[in-house]
């Protein structure tokens, strides 16, 4: 089995798929993750929010043996 990966328009992929149907090729998609989080208000919020205190250095250094704790 190979993996595939294609990118496009939305109704370019749509196209793909339905051709895929009609030769048989099983297929099945995935969302980006940041698509994901942005597609919610809340999550949207906490990500744009998180990227900004990083933008302006508000960020932690965890050493790896902290991580778990």
Known sequence: METLIVEGDSQQIATLKEYLKTIGISFRSEQDTTEYLLSNPS?????LDSIAEADLGKTKKIGLD???K
């Open 66 to 68: 902290d991580i778990w």
């Open 43 to 47: 999550n949207k919020t906490e990500l």
